[in-house]
């Protein structure tokens, strides 16, 4: 039988003919399976057999479109367990038939195989139990089915290894079936990976002898007419290690069962190898992108069952499988030891050295690998900043008080992952010193190889059935259930996994990995180890961050590398995609450089504005924040980068080198004590302010706000309750003097009426109502007098109502925020009025502007000192007065409005666009969208100028304007809502 010799030239290959096995190898996986070879025979063969040939047969692969299949980019799961839609199933099998006949073809085109080739089809077996009996072991033996499983795959192989090995069998059995079983344990275990070459023979022949279930399908070489094999999942054969061989005489539906499930078309454990083999396969020409993401990417990318052993996981842990990439140290062996195709990247470093520009510079130019990947923590002293988790896990392991539950937890970028593997990886480390995990003894290198079946990601499973799960575990091992993103676990795989912790049989971890501990049910985080990992030190980022930079030659000054730590907050992930990207750029990396790629306002500008603020220079703080926010800032990040400059200035961190002169408030250097005492008050403006920030819509106005309220208090009088000392929360100025609350909104420093409606929210003290205020209402006018009054406006009849049956409650947060007793009036929003916003109605009849829809009164009843004589401002109060016109109107009332307006009083047109130009010039302008309280204080001449340019007939008119000018808001000089 035609298997038969396949078997027979892989037994001899694997005795160390290798060259003409490979001779005969036309796909990609061979690469992998010379490798393979090479690998574990132990790295004695002689290698580069025949490299002429070799290289010729890689150039034909690198002209193979075979290579890639396109399939492979769409997002395909990496590997998927038992539990599964049937819908996923049938199209991954789809797609991996599709691919397994472009390979067919492919090869066929090649004319290096046949109609019928041979496909080892491991990874497609399911094992279940039989009644055979195997090696006359009493233990229940396994048939294998025909069946897509991805365990079964490695399960099949780690069953040969144990056969092979002479010990006992792997056992297949579902967790259950453990459960019934109390497991012996054994330390007889040999691992095929290390024994000497010698053993290979028996160890084959004791594979054989048992029967796996493994299928090939072999192949008659056209040309040669000598057979080949045609390993699509060739490394699913991961030493050589022979299958008892199937034909699947070419059926496709056995092909495409021959391509196990990595959903990319390649073989279930392609892509952990073919990341291994990257750079040769680069080298080629290729990419060989399979759907491969980094870790990041892997969040919520799937919402199918995602069960793997660590081979499995490799969409999440590429790099788990490159550590000859980042630990040359450790891989030297195996570089050298290339043949064949892979000798060509061998060649290289033979022939330059190894570590040769030249090869260095090809190595450089075609990985893709991420910092991130490269340079994933791979034992608990690469750890960073998570000393306490480190050192009590390690010692878990030393001690071997290893629990069963144990959940990771902390903000993103932490380390999490990183650790869980970690430990994983040392639970299951046959090393005999202390630092586990080795890196070096088989598990390791096993897990490595991504063929560690003892340690399992799950990404966030939907569905996991615990209990028809097959396993196998090997005596003295661990089986690590490490539960990525639990999270976003479903409520049956948390049934299932309290069911299964109850009576989960001996040596079983499981890892849940999390960023917070709430999601999670209490039945199990109280079941757990809970080890928190906290946000990284800037230090320690900055460290990581220097050593990457330093190992990548990349050129990044000191200050730009802090820079990058403290807006990665925390997380060294975040930090370093932020190198790399900045890497790309290939200059020398600079402070400007870096702020500018992650949208940041150089420290100049920002104490620039900081300066203005501070010096109370109202028209240039809001007009520089403007040009700054043109730079398409967000208002969030600036207030925390001021906060930040702020904190290095008090700290004596911040460099006041350039630009000192143009600056009134650091000036003087160095900063007085009051100085430095306005500073503090500035950084607990800024950061009371950021709450408000963070939920109103209108960010802008609240940044604006903040800004404003940086300046020394005498020029911004607020009322106690928003003034910098103050925080909103304070408790109710139930003594305070309303006529100095009066007196403290005034125009220069009056809250928005936003800011007085979230401040009166926050002392509502019943929660729900408060998110009903929020939601609902809103304020229509406030007229702060003798007798202050509020109008409140409500989208619906219903929200009046219910409001109103709370009437005290909001009466009693009003008064607390305006010191004062209030009237309060509650009415409904008229839907049609909200088309009119932007058109306001100015209109005598006061009854009309009660119905026009939103608005925002505040009464004035004093002006500033500061800015008006106190003679004018009598006269402005009597001329209110005798007008009943106590109100600026505040809202979406424009300019062109005050024109129109103007235009009704008998202006001509021409005169009231000169007015307004005028105005625009020396105010500031307001966005439309913009209804905020932006001051603004016209000075005296411009304001006599103003008007005496307007001969107006009504004084009010002319005190009206005079306020819209000092107010920097369009006014009307209507009478408020009764
Ligand atoms: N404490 C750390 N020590 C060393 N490297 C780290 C650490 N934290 C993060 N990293 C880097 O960030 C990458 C991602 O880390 P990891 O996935 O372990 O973080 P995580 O906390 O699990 O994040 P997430 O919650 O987003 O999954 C690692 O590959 C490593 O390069
Ligand atoms: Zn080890």
Redesign the pocket.
């Known amino acids: 039988m035609s298997t038969r010799v396949a078997s027979s030239r892989i037994l001899k290959d694997s005795n160390g003919d290798i060259g003409e096995h490979l001779r005969n190898h036309i796909h990609l996986t061979n690469c992998i399976h010379l490798k393979n070879h090479m690998h574990n025979n132990n790295k004695q063969i002689p290698v580069l057999t025949d490299r002429s040939l070799l290289m010729r047969d890689l150039i034909v692969l690198q002209r193979s479109r075979s290579l890639r299949d396109p399939s492979a980019s769409s997002n395909s799961p990496s590997l998927i367990g038992d539990s599964k839609g049937e819908d996923h199933m049938e199209e991954r099998r789809t797609r991996r038939r599709r691919s397994v006949d472009r390979n067919v073809v492919k090869k066929s085109s090649l004319r290096l195989s046949s109609s019928s080739p041979i496909f080892v089809n491991f990874g497609t077996s399911k094992v279940t139990p039989s009644d055979e009996k195997l090696d006359g072991s009493s233990r229940k033996s396994y048939r294998v089915e025909d069946v897509n499983e991805v365990y079964s795959v490695d399960s099949v192989k780690s069953g040969s290894k144990n056969s092979v090995n002479n010990v006992n069998e792997a056992n297949f059995k579902t967790l259950s079936d453990q459960l019934n079983e109390v497991l012996g344990d054994s330390d007889d275990l040999v691992y095929s990976n290390v024994l000497p070459r010698g053993n290979a023979r028996s160890k084959r022949r004791k594979f054989r002898g048992t029967k796996r279930a493994g299928r090939a399908v072999s192949v008659r070489d056209n040309a040669g007419n000598s057979k080949s094999e045609m390993c699509i999942a060739s490394n699913a054969v991961p030493r050589g290690e022979k299958y008892e061989e199937e034909v699947a005489e070419g059926r496709e539906e056995d092909m495409s069962r021959a391509v196990p499930k990595n959903g990319c078309g390649m073989p279930f454990n392609w892509s952990s190898i073919h990341n291994r083999g990257k750079t040769f396969f680069d080298i080629a020409g290729r990419s060989l992108s399979c759907g491969m993401s980094d870790?990041?990417g892997k969040?919520g990318e799937t919402d199918m069952p995602m069960s793997s052993d660590s081979s499995s996981s490799f969409t999440k842990t590429e790099?788990e499988a490159t550590p000859f990439l980042v630990d040359s140290g450790n891989n030297e062996g195996w570089v050298h030891d290339y043949s064949g195709e892979l000798g060509i990247f061998a060649d290289d470093l033979l022939k330059n050295g190894k570590d040769s520009d030249y090869g260095k510079k090809r190595r450089n130019a075609q990985r893709h690998f991420s910092?991130?990947?490269k340079?994933?923590?791979r034992t608990f002293r690469?750890?960073?900043?998570?000393n306490l988790v480190m050192q009590a896990l390690s010692n878990a392991v030393a001690k071997q008080r290893v629990g069963l539950l144990y959940v990771f937890h902390?903000?993103?970028?932490?380390?999490?992952?990183?650790?869980a593997r970690i430990f994983a990886r040392a639970l299951n480390c046959h090393s005999m010193e202390q630092s586990k995990p080795c890196g070096r003894c088989s598990s390791c290198v096993s897990y490595d190889n991504g063929k560690n079946h003892n340690i399992r990601e799950m990404g966030p499973v939907k569905k996991f059935d615990f209990d028809n799960m097959r396993i196998s575990q090997q005596k003295r091992q661990h089986l690590v259930f490490i539960f990525?993103?639990c999270d976003a676990m479903s409520t049956d795989s948390w049934n299932a996994l309290s069911k299964v912790v109850d009576r989960a049989p001996r040596r079983v971890a499981f890892i849940l990995?999390c960023?917070s501990l709430d999601v999670l049910p209490h039945i199990i985080v109280s079941r757990c180890q809970k080890f928190f990992?906290p946000k990284?030190k800037d230090a320690d980022i900055i460290g990581?961050l220097q050593r990457i930079a330093s190992k990548e030659e990349i050129d990044i000054d000191k200050e730009a590398l802090k820079l990058v730590a403290s807006k990665s907050d925390g997380?060294?992930?975040d930090a370093?995609m932020t190198l790399e990207q900045l890497s790309l750029l290939g200059t020398r990396i600079s402070v400007p450089l870096v702020q500018e790629m992650v949208g940041l306002i150089s420290d100049e500008k920002l104490v620039d504005l900081l300066d203005l603020a501070l010096s109370a220079d109202t028209v240039n703080t809001v007009k520089s924040l403007r040009i700054i926010m043109e730079t398409s800032v967000e208002p969030l990040a600036l207030m925390s980068q001021l906060a930040t400059v702020i904190t290095d200035i008090l700290a004596g961190s911040y460099d006041f080198a350039k630009d000192q002169c143009r600056r009134k408030f650091f000036r003087r250097q160095p900063l007085t004590k009051e100085d430095m005492e306005k500073l503090r008050k500035a950084l607990k403006t800024l950061s009371e302010s950021e709450k408000q920030l963070r939920v109103s819509n209108d960010k802008l106005t609240w940044l604006t706000a903040a800004l404003l309220q940086l300046a020394p208090e005498q020029q911004y009088l607020l009322p106690p309750s928003y003034s910098a000392d103050a925080s909103l929360n304070r408790t109710p100025l139930t003594d305070h003097d309303p006529s100095k609350v009066r007196q403290e909104f005034s125009c220069v420093n009056r809250p928005s009426v936003e800011e007085i409606w979230l401040a009166v929210i926050e002392k509502v003290r019943v929660n729900s109502l408060r998110e009903f205020l929020y939601k609902e209402g809103k304020i229509f006018s406030i007229s702060i007098g003798s007798a202050p009054t509020v109008q409140l406006m409500f989208n619906s009849p219903l929200a009046k109502s219910t409001a109103e049956n709370f009437n005290d409650h909001i009466l009693r947060a009003f008064e607390a925020v305006l010191g004062s007793p209030v009237t309060l009036e509650m009415r409904t929003e008229l839907k049609k009025d909200w088309k009119n916003v932007g058109s306001w109605p100015l209109q005598d009849n006061g009854e009309r502007f009660r119905d026009s829809g939103r608005s925002e009164i505040i009464e004035v009843g004093d002006e500033s000192e500061s800015t008006m004589s106190r003679a004018r401002r009598k006269h402005l109060e009597a001329s209110l007065n005798q007008n009943q016109s106590q109100s600026i109107v505040r809202g979406k009332v424009s300019l062109a409005q005050v024109i129109k307006q103007a235009e009704g009083n008998g202006w001509s047109k021409s005169k009231a666009v000169s007015i307004a130009n005028k105005l625009e010039q020396e105010n500031l302008r307001l966005e439309p969208r913009s209804r905020s309280l932006i001051c603004w204080k016209a000075s005296r001449s411009t304001r006599r100028k103003i008007s005496s340019r307007l001969k107006i007939r009504r004084r009010v008119r002319l005190h009206s304007l005079l306020k819209l000018i000092s107010c920097g808001n369009y006014l009307s000089t209507k009478s408020p809502p009764r």
């Not at 690469?382 to 998570?386: A, E, K, T, W």
């Open positions: 870790s990041k969040k790099h910092l991130t990947q340079y994933a923590p690469d750890l960073v900043g998570q902390g903000p993103n970028g932490t380390g999490k992952t990183s650790c990525d993103d990995v960023s990992f990284l990581s997380s060294l992930r370093e």
